[in-house]
């Protein structure tokens, strides 16, 4: 007995499986039919290519990425992405510019679906990322600073998540639309989970029928922190100490359960709110507005606004200022006595 398993344990490892070893990008496979010819390299799996210098033109779809960090030359962008389908992976490096380069990355033809992340964008003479003719663009964890105009600037359909952008927009001409702002993205955009200080221009501008959530705008040396076009939701946003409003919203939006404070760091009646309402039929509920020159303004000409269960403080020119009160809804504004009140209406928005 004890000779027949001594048999059997030599045959298991004989006919046992083999151990396939990987093979890496450069290995040939091994002898037809064995394990290792059947693996797949690397590239083989998610087939990428290398940017070992700029400037450096993408002309085909595919994935790219950066072996190291990259400076740029005078009067050239960085990378320019002239193609559909395309993913540019900056692995942790970055892309070094000076004032008298482009930009960091410019699209420069009508593309969709381009995503680039993970890497930092400095000191360009232009935008850090250039692609308002752009579409469907994704942007995730760039650090994008110091650049002579904006930060990002993409078109329509956008996805832009967990970016820092500040001090941008020192050296951006005059111009409308601006050049200087922090993150521009065009009509049915997201945009979450961004921090944006410094910059010159607005902190986060967005076209129509967009959402900005969980962000983080102040310091916006010469405009407001969020500037949200019609159809727009913002939402649990923090912005603070910017030169003009905090949220500057137009038509047809939902600012929600914000807090904005110290906007409007030059005062000026027509400036410097917490929230301002520039169109109608907008909806500001559950917001926090404390420090600002004005709290929560709404301007002359609009109405059918809806401003309840908002909470306003120490905002020397007023806590509400509601240019047209009778085209407008604004819940009753309570002032509590005594650090006390007794008022049972939900929608009651307090003043203190």
């Known amino acids: ?36 010819a059947r693996m797949k390299t690397l590239n083989q799996v998610e087939p990428r290519t290398i940017i070992t210098e700029i400037p450096y033109v993408i002309t085909n779809a595919g994935s790219y990425y950066l072996g190291a960090s990259l400076n740029g030359a005078e009067g050239s962008n960085g990378i320019e992405i002239a193609a559909n389908d395309v993913k540019l992976d900056l692995a942790g490096f970055g892309l070094n510019g000076n004032t008298n380069a482009r930009h960091g990355i410019e699209i420069t033809v009508p593309s969709d679906n381009i995503t ?19 579409q469907g663009v994704v942007l995730s964890e760039l650090k994008v600073f110091g650049n002579g105009w904006g930060g990002l600037y993409v078109g329509d359909n956008a996805l832009i998540e967990e970016c820092t952008v500040y001090g941008n927009g020192e050296i951006a001409p005059t111009n409308d639309p601006p050049l200087d702002d922090a993150i521009l993205a065009g009509s049915y955009s997201t945009i979450t989970d961004c921090k944006v200080r410094g910059n010159w ?11 900005i959530t969980g962000c983080t705008s102040t310091e916006s040396k010469k405009a407001e922190g969020i500037h949200a076009e019609n159809y727009c939701i913002v939402r649990d946003c923090v912005c603070a100490m910017n030169n003009v409003h905090g949220i500057r919203a137009k038509s047809n939006c939902r600012i929600v359960d914000n807090t904005c404070g110290q906007n409007g760091t030059v005062p000026n009646p027509d400036y410097g709110a917490g929230i301002a309402v520039e169109g109608g039929s ?21 109405a059918n606004n809806l401003i309840v269960r908002n909470s306003a403080s ?3 020119g007023g806590p509400y200022m509601i240019d047209n009160p009778p085209g407008n809804f604004v819940g009753e504004v309570v002032n509590p006595q005594g650090g006390q009140f007794t008022n049972m209406n939900p929608w009651a928005n307090f003043a203190f």
């Open 1 to 36: 007995m004890k000779s027949r398993m001594l048999v059997l344990a030599a045959l298991c490892l004989l006919i046992g499986p083999r151990v396939a070893v990987p093979q890496d990008e450069d290995s040939p496979p091994g002898p037809p039919g064995s394990a290792e």
């Open 116 to 134: 680039i992340r993970n890497g930092v964008i400095r000191r360009w003479g232009k935008h850090g990322i250039s692609g308002t003719n752009s």
């Open 282 to 302: 907008t909806l500001v509920e559950g917001n926090t507005v404390i420090g600002n020159y004005w709290g929560i303004h709404v301007y002359a000409s609009n």
């Open 314 to 316: 120490l905002n020397p």
């Open 201 to 211: 221009g607005v902190g986060i501008h967005t076209k129509s029928h967009a959402r």
